[in-house]
C-alpha cells in the first residue's frame, strides 16, 4: 500500500499544479478548488490499485475529478454544500488590474454550463488543453468536442449578453429614480 | 447586412478586423451588444488562463490528504457498509432477519381457521296448536329485514321442530326466535347457535377478522349511556356477556373497563376488542330508565292495518316484549289509530 502510494505520489508530481489550478477554475474559488483537489485525490489512491496503464494516469485523474465535482454539483440540495460568497477572493482588496470583476464576469458565463461543459471550457480555454487531449479524455471524436466546445461558449456568450441587459435595464431604471447619470450613481 | 450574418462573423475568431461587420454594429444595439458579451467573454478567458496562483507544495499536499484520509473513514459502498455491521453486531442483524421472516410469515403463510360465518335459530317440541307454515314465519321475518334466511319445518312424531338459517348476528338469531314466540305463543326456549366456517389465510388476516371494532360518539353522553351502548353494541356482535364500566374523575379523564364472554357453548376463541369514542366532552345526565321502550320506527307506505300490526309485535317482541297486541285502525279521515297492549307478566 505505502509502495502503491509512493508510486502515486510520483506520478501526481509533473502536472500536480496544473491539476490544482483545473480544481480551483472548475469550483470557482481557491476553497472549494482545494477541497475538491483534495477529496478527488484521497478517492484516487484508494483506487490507483486498480489502475492498469499508469501512463493513463493524468486523463484517468481528471476524469475523476470532472466525476466528483459533477456528484457534487448534482449532490440532493439537502447534502450541497454551500459556499457563502465566492470564497476567499484571491487577491482580496488588493485589486489593481480588475481581476475579481474580471472572475465574476467568468463565474456568471461558467454558471450556465452544466458540469461537463464547465470542465471542457476550463480545460480547453484556461489550461490550453488541446481538442486531440480533451478528445482523449472523454473518450469521444475531436468532432464532437470541438461542437461541444462550441455550444458552451455560445451559452457563455448568451448569459453574459443577458447580463449585459439586465445592467443596462438596472441602470436605466437608477437614472429614473434618482435623476442621476449612471457614472454618479456608480460612484455613490 | 443582415444580423443573421453578423452573428455567424462573430464567432469567427478575427471579427474585429471586419469593417462591413463593425458598420453593422454601429446600426444594430442587438448585435452590438452580442459583439460586446463576445469581447467580453474573450477578455475574461483569457485574464483568467493568465492567472497562476501558486500550488500547494506537493510535500504539505500529500500530508494533508493523508491527514485527511486519516480523519474521515474511507466510504464504502452499501453492501460493503452492510457487511462490515454484519461483522460487528451480528445479533442485531440476527434480530432483523427475524423480524423480517417473521413479518412475512405472518402476512404471507396461509393458515385454516374458523370463523362465524352467521347464526341459526333452532325451536324444537313446538305441538300442533303452536305450529305455523314456514312460509308465514319467513314473512314474518323478512318484515324485520331478514330476507335471505331460510326456514325448515321437520317433523318428529306429533311435534314440530323450527330450522331458521342465514341469520347474521347472534342478535338477529334471538331476534327471530323472539318473533317466532310472537306468532305462536310458543313458550319454548329458542336455540341460538353459531356456524362455523374453515377458511384460508394469514395470521394477519385472521387477527383482523377477528377484531370487534366498536365505534361510539359521546357527545353529550352521560357515562350511563356510554355504557350502555358500548354493551348494546358488544351484545349486537355476538358476546353473551359484556360488563361494561364507564367512570369520569374529577379531572374530566373517562375510563372504561370491558369484560366480555361468550356464551358456554360457543367456540373458545381469541378475541381483539377496539373501541373508539369520539367527542368526549362531560355533560351532566338524567338517569335512563331500563324497562322503556325504545323508539320504534316503522314504514307504513302501502301496508295494511294488519301488516303494520305484525311489524309492530314483531320489533317488539325484537325488544324482549313478546306479549304485545297491537291494533291499527284507520279513521275515515285517512289518520292511523294504533293501540298497543303489554302484558307486563310476560316481560318479566
Not at chain 2, 453492501?79 to 434480530?95: D, E, K, Y
Not at chain 2, 421472516?101 to 352467521?118: E, K, M, Q
Not at chain 2, 326456549?189 to 377458511?199: A, F, L, S, T, W
Not at chain 2, 388476516?205 to 350511563?224: L, P, S
Request: proline share 4%.
Amino acid at each position: 500500500m505505502t509502495m502503491n502510494n509512493d508510486r502515486f505520489w510520483d506520478l501526481l508530481e509533473s502536472f500536480h499544479p496544473k491539476a490544482e489550478g483545473f480544481c480551483r477554475k472548475l469550483a470557482g474559488n481557491r476553497d472549494d478548488g482545494d477541497d475538491l483537489y483534495q477529496d478527488s485525490l484521497l478517492h484516487a489512491m484508494h483506487k490507483f490499485s486498480g489502475l492498469r496503464d499508469e501512463k493513463a494516469f493524468r486523463p484517468w485523474l481528471y476524469r475523476l475529478i470532472i466525476n466528483r465535482y459533477r456528484n457534487r454539483v448534482r449532490k440532493p440540495w439537502w447534502r450541497r454544500r454551500e459556499t457563502l460568497g465566492a470564497g476567499t477572493p484571491e487577491g482580496g482588496a488588493d485589486d489593481p488590474a480588475g481581476r475579481y470583476d474580471s472572475r465574476r464576469w467568468l463565474e456568471r458565463g461558467l454558471k450556465a454550463l452544466s458540469p461537463e461543459e464547465r470542465a471542457l471550457i476550463v480545460l480547453f480555454e484556461l489550461q490550453q488543453w488541446t481538442v486531440a487531449e480533451l478528445a482523449e479524455l472523454h473518450g469521444r471524436p475531436p468532432g464532437t468536442i470541438k461542437a461541444r466546445l462550441s455550444r458552451a461558449r455560445l451559452k457563455m456568450r448568451r448569459a453574459l449578453e443577458r447580463y449585459l441587459v439586465h445592467q443596462e435595464q438596472t441602470n436605466l431604471s437608477r437614472e429614473g429614480a434618482y435623476g442621476l447619470p449612471e457614472s454618479e450613481t456608480a460612484v455613490e | 447586412m443582415d444580423c443573421r450574418k453578423a452573428k455567424q462573423r462573430l464567432s469567427k475568431a478575427d471579427w474585429s478586423a471586419d469593417r462591413e461587420l463593425a458598420e453593422h454594429l454601429r446600426v444594430c444595439p442587438t448585435c452590438a451588444r452580442t459583439a460586446e458579451a463576445e469581447k467580453m467573454l474573450e477578455t475574461v478567458l483569457q485574464a483568467a488562463s493568465d492567472e497562476t496562483y501558486p500550488a500547494t507544495p506537493p510535500a504539505i499536499l500529500r500530508s494533508e490528504v493523508l491527514a485527511r484520509a486519516a480523519a474521515q473513514p474511507r466510504k464504502e459502498n452499501i453492501v460493503r457498509q452492510i457487511l462490515a455491521q454484519l461483522r460487528v453486531r451480528p445479533r442485531l442483524f440476527a434480530g432483523l432477519g427475524l423480524a423480517v421472516i417473521a413479518f412475512l410469515f405472518a402476512t404471507l403463510v396461509p393458515f385454516s381457521y374458523t370463523i362465524t360465518a352467521g347464526y341459526e335459530t333452532m325451536i324444537h317440541g313446538v305441538d300442533e296448536e303452536h305450529a305455523i307454515t314456514s312460509e308465514h314465519l319467513a314473512e314474518a321475518l323478512s318484515v324485520l329485514n331478514y330476507e335471505n334466511v331460510s326456514v325448515s319445518v321437520s317433523r318428529s312424531g306429533p311435534e314440530y321442530d323450527y330450522h331458521i338459517t342465514g341469520l347474521p348476528s347472534r342478535d338477529a338469531a334471538r331476534e327471530a326466535g323472539a318473533v317466532f314466540s310472537s306468532l305462536t305463543g310458543f313458550d319454548g326456549i329458542p336455540e341460538c347457535v353459531p356456524v362455523y366456517e374453515m377458511v384460508s389465510g394469514s395470521l394477519y388476516a385472521q387477527v383482523v377478522e377477528k377484531a370487534t371494532r366498536i365505534e361510539i360518539d359521546t357527545e353529550g353522553k352521560t357515562d350511563e349511556q356510554i355504557s350502555n351502548e358500548i354493551r348494546a353494541r358488544l351484545l349486537a356482535q355476538g358476546y353473551s356477556r359484556a360488563d361494561v364500566s364507564v367512570t369520569t374523575d374529577p379531572g374530566g379523564e373517562r375510563r372504561i373497563d370491558v369484560q366480555v364472554g361468550r356464551e358456554a357453548g360457543d367456540k373458545e376463541t381469541e378475541e381483539v376488542l377496539e373501541l373508539k369514542l369520539r367527542n368526549t366532552s362531560d355533560i351532566s345526565f338524567d338517569v335512563h330508565p331500563d324497562d322503556s321502550i325504545e323508539k320504534l320506527e316503522i314504514d307504513t307506505e302501502g301496508k295494511t292495518d294488519e301488516q303494520i300490526a305484525a311489524e309492530i309485535e314483531a320489533k317488539l317482541a325484537a325488544q324482549g316484549k313478546p306479549g304485545a297486541h297491537v291494533t291499527v285502525t284507520t279513521g275515515p279521515d285517512g289518520k292511523k289509530n294504533i293501540e298497543v297492549t303489554i302484558n307486563k307478566e310476560e316481560i318479566r
